[in-house]
């Protein structure tokens, strides 16, 4: 284990929560943060929420689910050999896709379209409404009562928000998160092991759809590297073990080349705390350009080989449809709503209603989704 950065957060100057707690004898504010995200209900529908593929589809593809567990174990390994603290990285990196609505971008692009009268839906954006509102488990607070750290990682480890929508403008006016600065050292790592994690993995998924072949990929930089590398190494290596050999390898070099670069620009820029690291330019933990490139490479051909594909746009074009469906029929019939939901939606206007709905429909899995939408439409499914 590296010795801890002087630009790691720190769990003892931590800017604290919004509702003050008295603090855990057993485990730092980061680790309670990261434990009430794994407890959290919308953490446990990650299981039945696309990644790329409707959970039907098949048992081996990635879930949200599998999907937040690898970020945040790759999180975890680069924030520990840069001497960052893990626990907030791990915390940020298991909330980063709480906000997704069932059936990945096209739940959210669907969705997006009911709501474009009240500014569209964002899943970041979302994230953050269940982490301060939605979640109801504790008897003091809506929400988790988050640390200022995490919450902060979780509304800009893209990097800083300049049109907050909803919910981050509303927590931000409660409890400002510098949304015109870069995030703290732990939310970039967490963004970067975001990206290596999925470009990877939908590769791995791509591959075992039959989407596209290890031939398709020989042209790519650095992956058609790797696939020749093992070529002579193992001529006679079984596909399977191939391709996982391959991702492996993937995986490490692309962390090699982050904790590289991250360690030339802490070294330029020497930051005495969190702070710097936020008030700097640019992102001080990122690849190299190379490495950039390389990555750019891999999502172009990603977009047009496997999220364009077909058979992806086929199964795009039926979730929206039963999004659209769902959406549409619990706005005009809130009485069919779920108790709870229901009385949240008949006591309000059109669009506190149409917020209620959305947030209702959010939350569902694919699975839920598909069995909700029999439900209402089919007239042999019992209601």
Not at 3 to 22: N, Q
Not at 67 to 80: D, G, N, P, Y
Not at 194 to 223: K, M, Q, S, W
Request: glycine residues 8%; contains cysteine.
């Amino acid at each position: 284990m590296a010795e801890r950065a002087a630009h790691a957060s720190r769990p003892d100057r931590s800017h604290g929560r919004k509702i003050g707690e008295t603090p855990s004898p057993t485990r730092t504010a980061f680790q309670r943060d990261r434990d009430r995200i794994v407890h959290a209900g919308a953490f446990r529908r990650l299981q039945y929420k696309t990644q790329v593929f409707v959970y039907h589809e098949g048992d081996y593809f990635r879930t949200r689910l599998t999907h937040t567990l690898e970020v945040a174990q790759i999180a975890r390994s680069i924030s520990r050999h840069l001497g960052l603290d893990e626990d907030l990285a791990e915390a940020v990196a298991l909330a980063h896709d709480l906000g997704h609505p069932p059936f990945g971008h096209a739940g959210e692009a669907a969705l997006g379209a009911e709501l474009e009268s009240l500014g569209g839906f964002d899943h970041n954006d979302q994230a953050v409404r269940i982490l301060t509102q939605l979640e109801e488990r504790y008897a003091a607070f809506d929400g988790l009562n988050l640390t200022w750290e995490t919450l902060e990682g979780v509304a800009k480890h893209n990097g800083p928000v300049t049109a907050p929508a909803a919910a981050t403008a509303r927590l931000n006016a409660r409890f400002p998160l510098a949304l015109d600065k870069h995030p703290g050292p732990e939310a970039q790592v967490a963004a970067l092991a975001d990206d290596i994690a999925y470009n990877n993995h939908d590769l791995d998924d791509g591959l075992r759809a039959g989407l596209f072949t290890i031939a398709d990929l020989r042209a790519l930089p650095l992956v058609g590297e790797v696939f020749a590398e093992l070529g002579r190494e193992y001529p006679n290596l079984a596909t399977g073990r191939w391709v996982h050999e391959a991702i492996r390898r993937l995986i490490d070099r692309m962390v090699g080349d982050l904790i590289a670069e991250t360690g030339r620009r802490v070294a330029e820029l020497a930051p005495a705390g969190p702070a710097d690291v936020r008030a700097a330019g640019a992102p001080v933990v990122a690849f190299s350009r190379a490495m950039r490139q390389n990555d750019r490479a891999l999502k172009d051909f990603l977009f047009a080989r496997m999220y364009r594909h077909h058979k992806v746009n086929r199964m795009t074009g039926k979730v929206r449809r039963v999004v659209h469906d769902l959406f549409d029929a619990y706005v005009a019939r809130p009485n069919c709503l779920p108790p709870g939901w229901r009385e949240a939606a008949e006591g309000a206007g059109h669009t506190d209603r149409v917020r209620v709905v959305a947030d209702y429909v959010a939350g569902m899995t694919d699975r839920y989704a598909l069995q909700d939408h029999r439900k209402l439409f089919d007239i042999d499914e019992p209601a």
